[in-house]
Structures are given as structure tokens and as C-alpha cells.
């Protein structure tokens, strides 16, 4: 593998595809970098900080009401009822785990294809994906009635000597969710350490340093230590990527399993799996355009990152809207009644609406992102990042409800509306989402500070060669022993 | 007298015995990581083995100026995956087949095919684990005491400083020789590393 851009320093006038200009801007130093990542987690509280966590937390006292007010009621306060049994908590859990996807993805595989410009935006989107999948893990929990006994999901001996049923894809779900959990804040752990050990050399007080040091477990940034650390790293990029795209297809056994007309095709688990990281690319450019410029971090995310992460936008998009049309050539084509009715009635019956809300968020607008002024307008991604969101959330209501309303019996067909409690559960759950994400920022190196550094030219130790900068000058050169990286 | 097995175990993840005198080692501030990996080749020429460099990143060709094999992780990992895949494969087969076996709809008890989607998650559950806990276990951390954190210049380790430490239980470690050599390297500061057994946080 070649050190990355060791002859171009100078900001770059070329369009940015023919030659790449420099991942981060500014001509920072090691130490400058350190203290513009460093800084926002040891300054004072800003006020904005404040009131954003002051929303997002009243958000998630709503949340905490909503699921008191369930148990207290069973879950009846909903609006699914018999046809439609799987309403808004299932639409709600699909939606945040898909989220999630676009962390593993930025951290795991781009990091396996060596996309260098993922390092300024790993941490927070790996951040994102853990409280996404929080937010996930709660409907699910809640949603089974009996909260009480969701232990029954897992394999615990118990006094009637039951084990759960491993044939359902609903306790694959059970498995796939929380391994998918339990794997990504391992990463994002290990990514953190060398991070904490910055933390911890910055302290200034004695209880700062205590609990940095005590997270930073004793780093000093050992050769010895960086190489089980870098080869740690790589197996857990390895074993994350295929395990997301586990996830997202186990998730999406929960419907295919089934015989239920719409759901029953193979086609879900790719499908799913590229909506996952449509919806999730997209939340992770409405936090960072945010973020970035809040905490002035232009240099380090810069338009060349959030441009890439159109792009992936642009072509998971048009792979989802591929999908949705495949969906009806092979209702037409399968010539099974149920499958052709379940289709048409998405496109032209009750919830034509949510359809074409879906179609046009989904297939529509990421289509822009073909022109190159858009894809590096600021305001146009901003928006479209949440049109997008908007339109994913739709996609599993689509599928959710859709479906269920209108299976072979006519005279069980009904309309399913959500209820007060539906809607405020997930208002509730974003102010979970953005609660944990904004003590992340407070708190937690938002940016991966020891691999930003790493993609400078000047950790190439081979940049000094040359250069003649006075340090190697004097002395023999070393035999350069390039590793294979 | 210490396990000497036990010391050369500790000294592959970095920890060394200080000597009766305290001295731990010298502590050797380099300008940059190419000076850094000119230092760690020279030093490993001279016949050191207790020696690391620390850098706030990994440096690109060092483990090969240091002398270091493959990182071992990647056996430990394996292990852990297939406890995994073991462990799942042994879980649904006994609990559904062999402790509590219900006919549905006349399936079998238990089937490879539906057991797939388990059995990978565990396998890439206990591998993940496996690869973390076996990276901790070899790097020898969590480490909250480390003589080397007696230095004030160290600190900047995780910032933007690069060191070269050679440890004074190498047998070839020699106060004078080894200042001069480290000095000889372009060090741009040389310090003597005490073991105070004490915290100063």
C-alpha cells in the first residue's frame, strides 16, 4: 500500500477525481490536530450545547413516559391491531437498525478498501450506529406485550425448562441485533483507546485524568502494543463487514420468512441491506454538516469527505429504487394473484400516499446528486439527508403495513392509523438518539485523532527523505522498509 | 528472584523489571518518525531486544526495523471463532434436539438450515471478543502503572512526541554506551527513567 499524497501538501486546484486533493486541509500539525479534536471535549459547557442537550433530553423523557404509560396499559395504547399486528414499533425498529448501518460500513468496510477519507468520519459515524441500535433494541423490547419475560428471547435455564425456539427468525433477530451491538462497541472501543490516552495526557485535573486513564487502560503508543492493536483492528473490520450484512438480511427474514404477500421474496436481504446504508449515509451527513460547522471542524471533514458520502448516497439510492421496481416486474411476473394484488394496491390503493411519499424521497431526489454542484452544495445535502430519512422511514411502513392490511382474506382487511402514543414513542426515540449522541460530542474525541494523524504525509516516516528538513539529513538513510501495510 | 519465563512473557508486551538502582530505562526523544525509525533500526543492529518506540500513531515499516514477527491475534481470533461456531452449533442441537424436543409440524428437531443464521452471529461474536481480549492479553493492558508516566515529556507521546525507551533489563543496557548511542541517533532529549513505585495522579 502507498503512503498517501507524500508530494501534495499545497491545496489543490485539480477537480478532485483526476488527482486527490489532500483528505485534510490546512496544512495542520500533529498538534493541532490533537487540540482542535481535544478541545471541544474539555472546554466548558457552550450554552448552544445546553439547550440542544436540554431538547434532546426533554425528547427522551417523553420516551421514558410513553414506555410507562405502555406497560402501565399493555400495548392495546397502540394502533396495531388484528390485520395489521406489526404497526409502528416494528416500522420504528427496522428504520433505527438500518441507521445504524452506515457506521459499520464507513468503519469496517471502507476501512478494508482502504478508503483513507473515512478516518475524519469514522468515530461519529460509528457513535451513531451504537445509538441507533439502541433506539432499535427498544422496539422490539417493548413491543413483545409481556415485557416482563423477554428473557424467554435468550437461552436461560429456567423453572419450566424451556429454551427458545431457534427455528424463527425472530430469535435470529434476537441474536443478529444484540451480536451486531456487542461487536460495534467493541470497535468503537478499540478505535478510542490511543484517543482516551490523548485525553488522559491532556488532563489537567486529577479526576479527568482518573477516569480518562482509567478508559485508556494504561496506552502509551507502543510499537509493540500498535501492532496487535492494527491487526486487532483489521480482524474486527473484517468480521463487522459480513456481520452487517447479516444484519440487515436477518432483519429482513422477519418478513420474507413469511408467506404474506410483499413480504415473501427473496429480494429482501440485499435490498434491505442497501437501504440500510441509503438511510444511514444519509443521517450521518445530517449530524456532520451540523457538527462539522459547530465545532469548526471544516478542515478535517471537509467538502471532499461529504461529497464521497453523496456519491454513496447517490448509487445505495439508486440500488434501492432498482429494488422497488424489480418488486413489481416479479409480482407480474410470478402470476400469483395475491402478489400482483399486494403490489398494486401499494402503488394505487388506501396507502398510495406513503408509496409515493417512499418513491419520490427514495428514487427521486438522491437522483440530483448526479450533478456536481449539488453533490458539493451544503444546504441541497443537508436537505436531501433528511428527505432521504424521511423517505426510508416510509420504505418500512411501506412494507410493514402495506402488506399486512390486505392479505387473502377480504373480509379481514382493514386500515391501520397510528395512535397519539405511536406518534410521541418515536419522537420519543430520536430524543434517546440525539441525547446519547450529544454526550458523545460533550464527552468522547468526535474525530479519530490518531488516524487523522496518520493519513497526514508527515507520518509517513519516508517523507523525511527527501525533504531535507534537517532531521534525517545527517544521518544514513534507513533501508526503507516499506511494509506491505 | 523473579519466573525469568515469566519475565520474557512480560517483556513481549513491553513491561520490564526495573533494576535494583530503580532505573527503569532511557527514555530518548526523537524529532520525527523517520528519525524514530532510524533510531529503532540502529538500536536493534546494536543487539538491544528490551527496547520500543512510542509514537502517538503506528509508524509504517516499523515492526520490521524492530525486529517484530506477525502479531499473534489472528490465532487467537480463529480460536475464538470456532468456540463460537461450536458453541452455537452445540446450543441449538441439545437444547431442541436433545433436552426439550418439540415436534412442529412434523420438522425435524434438529436441521443445519435454520441453525445457519446463529451460528454464524456466535462465530463472529466470539471471534470479535476473542480478537479485543486476545489484543489486550498480548499488549499486556490494561497497564495503569507504568514507569515511563514518571515523565513529564512523555506525556505528549499521544500528541505529536516520538520516543525510543530502552528498557535497563536488556543485558546489553550500559548507562553510558547506551546514552551515546541514542544521543549518536540525533536524540533531541535523553532522559533516565526511574521506577518511584508510587502514583502521582
Redesign the interface.
Known sequence: MD?VQTQDLAPHSGDGYHEDPPLITGDL???EI?DLVSYHTEKRTPTGWLMAFGVASTGLMILLLMIAYLFWNGIGVWGNNVPVGWGWPIVNFVFWVGIGHAGTLISAILYLFRQKWRTSINRAAEAMTLFAVICALLFPTIHVGRVWVIYWTL?VPNQM???????S?L??DV??VS?YF??SL??W??GLI?DL??L???ARS?LR??IT??FA????????????????YL??AG??T??VL?VHS?VS?DFAVSIVPGWHTTIFPPYFVAGAIFSGFAMVMTLLVIARKVYGLENLITLQHLEKMNVIILVTGTMVGFAYITEFFIAWYSQVEYEQYAFLNRSTGPYAWAYWIMMSCNLLFPQFFWIKKLRRSIPFMFVTSIIVNIGMWFERFVITVTSLHRDYLPSSWGYFSPTWVDVLTLVGSFGLFFTLFLLFLRFVPMVA???V??VLP????????DHGDG??A??????????Q? | MPNPLLQRLKA???IYESRADKVYGLLAEY????????A??EVRKAGYKHF???????????????G?G?????YI?LAGGALGLLTATW??WW??AV??PIN?SG?PFFAFE??V??M???T??F???A??A???A??G??????P??YSRR???????AFFLHVAASDAAFDMGQTRQLLED??ALGIEVIEDREYSD?
Do not use: C
Request: aromatic content about 12%; cysteine-free.
Open positions: 503512503t500539525s500533529f498538534h490533537t437461552p425448562e424451556m429454551w427458545p425456539q431457534f427455528k427468525p430469535l435470529w441474536f443478529a451480536s456487542l461487536v467493541l470497535f472501543y478499540v490511543p490516552g490523548t488522559r495526557d491532556r486529577a485524568k482518573r486513564g482509567f487502560l494504561g496506552w502509551t503508543g507502543a510499537n509493540r502494543h500498535w501492532r496487535n492493536y492494527e491487526k486487532a480482524l474486527l468480521l463487522a459480513p456481520l447479516s436477518v427474514f485523532i490518531a488516524e494523524k496518520n508527515q507520518a509517513d516516516p519516508h517523507y523525511y527523505d532531521h534525517a545527517h544521518l544514513p538513510q534507513p533501508e526503507a522498509p516499506r511494509t501495510g | 513481549t508486551m513491553g524529532a520525527d518518525p523517520g528519525a524514530l525509525l532510524h529503532a533500526q520500543d518506540t512510542h509514537s502517538p500513531f503506528p509508524i509504517h515499516g516499523m515492526d520490521r526495523a524492530m517484530l506477525q502479531s499473534k491475534v489472528g481470533t446450543l441449538q437444547t431442541s433436552d426439550y412442529i420438522k435454520p441453525s443464521p446463529i454464524f452471529e456466535l463472529v461474536l471471534s470479535a471478543i480478537a479485543v486476545g489484543m489486550l498480548l499488549n493492558l490494561p497497564r495503569p502503572y507504568n515511563l508516566f512523555f506525556a505528549r507521546v499521544t500528541d505529536n541517533l540525533g495522579i
